[in-house]
């Protein structure tokens, strides 16, 4: 039996969250906040420096409540600091392990500065 009046599948939590999550950049406290209706639930912080004559960003952490882990918005975090240190045409230094994770595996994507 064939049903007319199919209808589609529900958006995944990760699509739905991607698209009410705001990120905010917060320069007075050195990060990047994550948002989502109205919460604050994640942080991406970094600090900027003058390394060599050239500008550093030192990515220091991320860190997402649990429940919105494994939803990409660790990784929105990122892409963000990343634009951020284009922009300004800055090296990048990823202290923070998953900043450093996906720089591993997106190589060449923004100059880096040694650890």
């Not at 917060?26 to 994550?34: I, Q, S």
């Not at 892409?79 to 595996?105: G, M, Q, W």
Request: some cysteine.
């Amino acid at each position: 039996m064939l049903r007319k009046n199919r209808h589609r599948p529900p958006q995944s939590a990760r699509s739905i969250l991607q698209q009410i999550a705001q990120v905010v950049h917060n320069p007075d406290r050195e990060r990047f906040e994550l948002w989502v209706a109205g919460d604050l639930v994640g942080v991406l912080g970094y600090s900027i420096e003058t390394v060599d004559g050239q500008t550093t960003i030192t990515v220091l952490h991320t860190v997402l409540y649990d429940e919105y882990s494994g939803h990409g918005l660790a990784t929105r975090l990122t892409r963000t600091v990343i634009h951020f240190a284009r922009e300004r045409n800055a090296r990048l230094r990823p202290v923070c392990s998953f900043t450093k994770n996906y720089l591993d595996h997106h190589p060449g994507i923004v100059e880096l500065a040694p650890v």
